[in-house]
């Protein structure tokens, strides 16, 4: 099949490599407003470029990977559903739920499927504790805990407009809980604080955040995110159960130093960088989109899926800033 890419940023860059190295895909059209990025593609991959996703979606591409700038993908979302091509389009679906609202109205009905990308659906450890949980084996759950702990801040500019911590890392976090558990999230109650870089703070953000999520069955799930883990990339989930519990992330490469006499756990060097610690989630998210693309399955993460974990990101946004709890339907509209 021949995909095509908008947008060759670092993580667009990735997905072409790894759509290059699937046996599903035949060949890549790519366009991005920076012509070194497109050169570069076009140089390693073969691939064709074309001089804007117009040209892109007339290019008789069979799938559209986005990768662009966040302000551009409903628009380009948007305009590959009305092409009639199937989408897969790096989170979030826009910068505010309102636009992806939009979006899913837009969506819906089209007989296109469009696939949010939430690679942790696609960790080999995730999509065990799922399976853990729907045959029973772990009993009732009581508690979750989820964990993203990034080795270091984005940049100013990302910081400016990514919405804020909740919105735009914690969603990870919020997005594997519902899909782990199978549960919907009623209640949170969020908090945070700023040890770190000071543009963070002058942002209105925060750069260390916790929220604890009640979900619909009284299971309790605990989130933990920081921009500053100076020992490297750490995303776990723990998930406790009346019967049995289980890690994800409890590996060699886990960046945590254990201070116990004689332990020798986690060995490894530690993870540093997402690319690094999700590479064959991804490799296997995008394997999922080929087999979208070829009507085998449906799209793994809807727009509607995205849209859950946006509206606990609301919730929690609004927690932190009115130091109280906040139930969900006090924010979800549409």
Do not use: Q
Request: hydrophobic share 45%; with cysteine.
């Amino acid at each position: 099949m021949r995909i095509g890419i908008m947008g060759l940023g670092r993580i667009g860059a990735f997905h072409a490599e790894t759509l290059a190295g699937l046996d599903a895909v035949d060949s890549l059209v790519v366009t991005d407003p920076v012509a070194a990025a497109v050169a570069a593609a076009t140089e390693r991959f073969g691939a064709t470029a074309a001089d804007s996703p117009e040209a892109l979606l007339a290019a008789g591409v069979d799938g559209v990977v986005i990768a662009a700038a966040t302000d551009a993908h409903p628009e380009l979302i948007l305009a590959a559903v009305k092409a009639g091509i199937p989408v897969f389009c790096e989170k979030p679906v826009a910068r505010g739920v309102e636009e992806s609202l939009e979006v899913l109205r837009a969506v819906e009905g089209s007989g296109v499927e469009v696939h949010i990308g939430y690679n942790r659906r696609f960790d080999a450890g995730c999509v065990a504790a799922r399976r853990a949980v729907v045959s029973g084996e772990l009993g009732d759950l009581h508690t979750v805990r989820s964990t993203t702990l990034d080795p270091a801040p984005p940049p100013p500019a990302y910081v400016a407009v990514s919405g804020g911590i909740f919105r735009d890392c914690s969603v990870h976090d919020f997005d594997i809980v519902r899909w782990v558990t199978g549960r919907e999230v009623v209640e949170v109650y969020a908090t945070g604080g700023n040890r770190g870089a000071e543009y963070i703070r002058e942002a209105g953000d925060v750069d260390t955040a916790s929220a604890l999520l009640t979900l619909d069955d009284g299971t309790i799930a605990a989130i933990s995110n920081s921009r500053h883990n100076a020992r490297g990339y750490d995303v776990r989930l723990e998930l406790h159960g009346m019967k049995d519990s289980i890690a994800v992330g409890l590996e060699d490469k886990l960046p945590l130093r254990s201070v116990e006499p004689g332990a020798t756990f986690p060995a490894g060097t530690p993870h540093t960088f997402f690319m690094d610690r999700f590479a064959a989630a991804y490799r296997a998210e995008l394997t999922a989109f080929t087999e979208v693309v070829a009507g085998t399955r449906t799209s793994p993460c809807t727009v509607a899926d995205a849209i859950e974990a946006s509206w606990i990101a609301e919730a929690c946004t609004l927690s932190l800033h009115e130091h109280r709890p906040v139930r969900l339907d006090e924010v979800r509209k549409g």
